[in-house]
């Protein structure tokens, strides 16, 4: 069964739409339309489709016609053909009778059941659109990535239905809340920066590529059929496929940048993944006291501590903090009885990085960074660990992640394949970021412990506040 929420008409949605976005989206299917002479029209999914298309509307000539029956499998007889506007939700529960419907559609266009949402909504799409129209589908790039292409992508792109990928200027959001839903699900957001152009490969000419097309291109892309696209901005289809069936365009798109003088991560610095706490369960944790001291080791050698994502503030460097006295908190471990089940710590400083978000935590510590004198360090399999190069400072590193330009970065790096959020090591060491020269690094590393050293007075203060505001309603005893 394919899980999450469908047709919630009375969700009250609140949206922020970029108009360059929208201006792009609304250009794309003016195009397709020309191109085609096909009407527009929209899959009725769920209201924040509805939302985005009430801020889409008054860029399009004439409100599209809404495709009330997405998932009838009553096959048209060719009349019907159109350009199919769809802004899938992030999941969505079917009934058994729409499951069965989807799969018999998935069987009409020969592909399997798509396990990734947005993918199951561009095969009802591509359906809908008819065998000589178009669909056009929001997508976010972590559906286009290392890790979902599993998910969904490879039979679009097996069968060529894939016309282009279009990387919107800005990212579209909506935030969605559903009364019917549990406390703790009741919002939900959903969020595209790319659009996905669809259509069967006998209605194109050129059916043996794809258009990756940047921000700075739609223009371009738009002004002209789409069957005579500027060969920078065509790839063929097998070298989509030599390349793991990854559609996100900074694969193939080398001069698209995101940040000035981007390098690899991968290239400046050494990714290590951590341990799984199953590796640990057969050894015991040294006990901290009620007074906070640590219970020693038998051999009196200094301890292992042990971190988990939860265990750190965001955006901390401890190396600098501990002078302050702010640690993370932790297990500790004897270093024999790690030795013992074979892990090797860590010694040196480094940045750690949550493997799932949102926000991507990130911290810098060393094995001086905890409450206790500890000998080395490990971290949990939800982190990262990453050791700068001598061509990376590793505040600058923090600072990035800490920033919402970074946090947007690694949202792009990341795939939905799951319900949260994930960044694989590969897609990690291959993901961008700006890298000045070393000077300038020290200057926004030196500017950012500044940052730090305000927030964690200002943390101090309302600690302090809050004791004051306790103190005035002593409990009598």
């Not at 799932?356 to 911290?363: D, E, L, M, S, V």
Request: hydrophobic residues 40%; negative net charge; contains cysteine.
């Amino acid at each position: 069964m394919i899980v999450a929420h469908k047709h919630l008409f009375d969700w009250h949605v609140m949206t922020a739409q970029p108009a360059n976005a929208l201006c792009a989206i609304a250009a794309c299917l003016l195009s397709a339309s020309e191109d085609t002479g096909l009407p527009i029209a929209t899959l009725d999914c769920i209201p924040v489709a509805a939302s985005i298309l009430a801020d889409l509307l008054p860029h399009l000539p004439i409100r599209p016609d809404s495709i009330g029956c997405p998932y009838s499998t009553n096959k048209q007889d060719g009349s019907l053909n159109r350009i199919v506007l769809c802004i899938p939700p992030h999941h969505v529960a079917f009934s058994a009778d729409e499951e069965a419907s989807c799969q018999a559609l998935c069987d009409a266009l020969h592909i399997k059941l798509p396990r990734l949402t947005n993918w199951l909504y561009a095969a009802v799409a591509l359906y809908n659109a008819g065998v000589g129209g178009k669909a056009v589908v929001l997508m976010p790039q972590t559906s286009l990535s290392r890790s979902a292409w599993r998910m969904g992508q490879q039979d679009f792109i097996d069968r060529k239905y894939i016309e282009a990928i279009v990387a919107l200027p800005e990212t579209i959001s909506a935030v969605a809340d559903d009364p019917r839903q549990p406390p703790q699900h009741r919002l939900g957001t959903a969020a595209y920066d790319t659009l996905v152009i669809l259509s069967r490969p006998e209605s194109r000419p050129a059916s043996n590529q794809i258009a990756f097309v940047l921000p700075h291109e739609i223009n371009l892309f738009t002004s002209r059929n789409r069957n005579s696209n500027p060969a920078e901005m065509s790839v063929a289809y097998e070298n989509v496929i030599d390349n793991g069936y990854l559609l996100t365009p900074l694969r193939y798109r080398e001069d698209y940048l995101s940040f000035s003088d981007s390098v690899r991560l991968g290239d400046v610095a050494t990714i290590t993944r951590g341990v799984s706490k199953a590796r640990l369960r057969s050894l015991r944790s040294l006990a901290i006291s009620s007074l906070g001291g640590l219970e020693p080791t038998s051999d009196g050698s200094a301890p292992v501590a042990y971190l988990t994502s939860k265990d750190f503030e965001h955006g901390y460097d401890y190396c600098h903090l501990i002078q302050t006295g702010t640690y993370p908190s932790s297990l500790y471990f004897a270093a024999q009885d790690i030795e013992t089940v074979g892990i090797a710590p860590f010694i040196d400083d480094g940045v750690l990085l949550s493997r799932t978000g949102a926000p991507f935590k990130a911290c810098r510590l060393d094995r001086t960074s905890f409450a206790h004198q500890t000998g080395a360090y490990l971290i949990a399999d939800n982190l990262y660990r990453i050791q700068p190069s001598s061509d990376l400072d590793a505040d600058y590193l923090l600072a990035f992640f800490s920033s919402t330009p970074g946090q947007q970065a690694l949202s792009r790096t990341a795939n939905s394949s799951t319900t949260m959020q994930q960044i694989s090591p590969n897609d990690l060491r291959d993901m961008l970021i700006p890298l000045p020269p070393l000077e300038q690094q020290h200057v926004i590393a030196a500017r950012y412990q500044n940052q730090l050293d305000r927030i964690v007075d200002m943390e101090r203060q309302r600690a302090d506040l809050v004791a004051e505001r306790d103190s005035w309603f002593p409990i009598a005893l």
